[in-house]
Structure formats: C-alpha cells, structure tokens
C-alpha cells in the first residue's frame, strides 16, 4: 500500500478557496450596487446569484481546510468526501436562488417597475462579469490541478455566473434601444431556469462523488499508469474498484502474479510496482492488491524470464484496459 503526500497541494487549494471568498464578497458588492441604481429585475437575479457565489466560497474554504487533514482512527481513508458535501450544498444553494429569482421575475412581470440609470448599471455588471471570469478561469484551473471538487464546482457556478451577468447586460440593452419593459423580467425569469439547470448539474455530480460513481475518465488515467509501470511479474489485474474520497483514491483489485513466488518477493515486487503507479496517476491515493497464484494459466502472456514452470512459450502481454481491469474473472481465463 502506498500513499503521496499532498502538503503543497494543500496549499495551493487554501489559497484559491481565500481568493474565491475575498472576489465573490467584492463582486457581490458591485452587483448590489448595481441594482440600487438600476432597480432591474434582470440585475437583482444576478445580485442574488452572487449571494450564493459568497456563500458557497465561505463553505468551500471551510471544506478544503477539513479535507486537507490526514486520515485518522475515525476517518481510515481521510477527509476527502467533505468536498462533495461542498459541492452538494452549493447545487442546492444555486438550485434554491433560482427559484427566488423566478418569483421576483415574475412579480416584477406581473407588477412592472421600470428600471432606471441603465447605461451605468451596465458599466458596473460588465467590471463584475469580467471579474467573475478571471476568477471561474482560476477556481477551474486549480481544482483540476489539484483534484479538488469543490474549487470545480465553484469554478463552474461562477463562470455560468459570467453567462447570466451577459444575458443582464444583453437584456438592459434591449431595454435602453427598445424602451420595452416587460424584457428586463423576461430575462430575470430566463437566468432562473438556466441557474435551475445548472444547480441540477452540480448536485448530480457530487451525489455521484458521495456515492463512489464509477468515473470512465478515473479508470483511463488508472489504466494508463498501470500500463506505463507495468514490469516481469505483473501478469494480470482484474476486479479493481475506485473509492473517491475527494483527490485521494483508495484502489483494490486482483493481481495474478507467478506462483513461484515466495511472500517476500511477491511483496517487494508488488510494492514497488504500487509506488511507481502512484507516482504516474492524475489524483493521490493508495493502491491494495489481493494476490493470486497464475496457476500455469497464463504462460502465453507473462514476460517473466528464466521461468521455471513455465508450460507455454511467451506470446505476448495482454494491454491494460478499462474493460479488462474492471472485470470480475480475467478475461482470457
């Protein structure tokens, strides 16, 4: 079994969590300023979505601080799953806005109240947005970095953020040329159902998280690292499982090894094997292997010379791949 260590990744992770706290308490303000000028339906829906950024950011760098711990007595496989627990209860907070802001929408629709000083609301939104979208570039960048789901997460909401503070700015727009009230709500009532869907999103992929989903990306990039570290010995790997907990993944499967080899071997070959492939994967994590005997079944694909059971002649290894990894009896067997 063989863990890396994540201290520096940490690191990095904290500090984008205080970034995202200090710019979203900064671009809420803005917004806010915006609509006391403007009065806009379409900027108060904005305003509020920004409330959830502030929210959801104070959350994500109380999250990132617990799951950075180690894991202890309590917690055998660390802290990482706190991370879905972020991302969760921001696709909730972010589902939650929108249905306020089509209740507002749909109230200002029905009791119409004509906003005002537009051209300066837009100037304002406009500095916000592009805030929003040098922060959501940082937030997704680090996250993907440093295996983070809920600096993901945020870095997603806030640049869906961008797209609805467009639409705000499209909207006061058409407001300004066409002098047509009734379209600032409309708009409003259109970034409700687009945060809607975009909360939906968030929530289904850190329940999938919660629930060790299988990711078909994971698996690859496993797959990848075992292929590239493979060595004489390693003859097959088969019924291997992924437990998610944050950017740390916990690894079991079967590995087929020759049956000539006595406890010592076999646990120095293989946990040399586990430190190099951990090395290569994309997340941090620990590798556990069950051992099985090869039984002289796998003389045509094991490359491990000077043999002295050997049956069959040497034809070639078998690749890893997703398929063949995740099978619960080897697939030549």
């Not at 040098?134 to 295996?147: E, P």
């Not at 009230?181 to 945060?195: F, N, R, S």
């Not at 094997?273 to 997340?283: G, I, L, M, R």
Request: proline share 4%; charged share 20%; net charge negative.
């Amino acid at each position: 079994m063989v863990t890396q260590s994540v201290t520096a990744s940490d690191k990095v992770r904290n500090r984008a969590a205080w970034v995202s706290a200090v710019a979203s308490i900064l671009i809420f303000a803005l917004k806010v300023a915006a609509y006391r000028m403007t009065g806009s339906a379409a900027v108060l829906s904005d305003a509020l979505e920004s409330i959830v950024n502030v929210m959801a950011s104070l959350v994500a760098l109380y999250v990132i601080r617990i799951s950075a711990q180690p894991a202890d007595r309590e917690h055998p496989y660390g802290h990482g799953k706190a991370e879905y627990f972020s991302a969760t209860f921001e696709g909730g907070l972010v589902f939650s806005a929108s249905i306020l802001i089509i209740y507002e929408s749909v109230r200002a629709l029905i009791f119409p109240n004509p906003p005002q000083k537009l051209e300066i609301g837009m100037i304002i939104v406009s500095v916000a947005a592009l805030l929003n979208l040098l922060l959501g570039m940082y937030l997704k960048r680090v996250g993907k970095v440093h295996q983070s789901d809920a600096l993901k997460a945020s870095g997603v909401h806030v640049l869906s953020d961008v797209i609805t503070t467009a639409g705000v700015i499209v909207g006061l727009g058409l407001v300004l040329l066409t002098d047509i009230q009734w379209i600032d709500p409309v708009i409003a009532i259109l970034i409700g159902l687009q945060l809607a869907w975009s909360g939906y999103k968030i929530i289904r992929e850190s329940l999938g998280g919660l629930m060790d989903e299988i990711s078909e990306s994971s698996l690859q990039d496993l797959g990848q690292a075992l292929e590239q570290n493979r060595r004489p010995g390693v003859i097959n790997i088969h019924q291997l499982r992924i437990m998610r907990n944050g950017r740390f993944h916990h690894v079991d499967a079967h590995m087929v090894v020759p049956e000539y080899w006595d406890i010592s071997k076999a646990h120095g070959e293989i946990q040399e094997y586990e430190k190099s492939v951990v090395q290569d994967y994309v997340f941090d994590g620990e590798l556990a292997f069950h051992l099985d005997p090869c039984k002289k079944s796998y003389c045509s694909e094991c490359d491990m010379p000077d043999c002295p059971i050997r049956l069959h002649p040497f034809q070639g290894r078998v690749p890893f791949t997703v398929k063949s990894l995740t099978a619960e009896v080897p697939e030549s067997n």
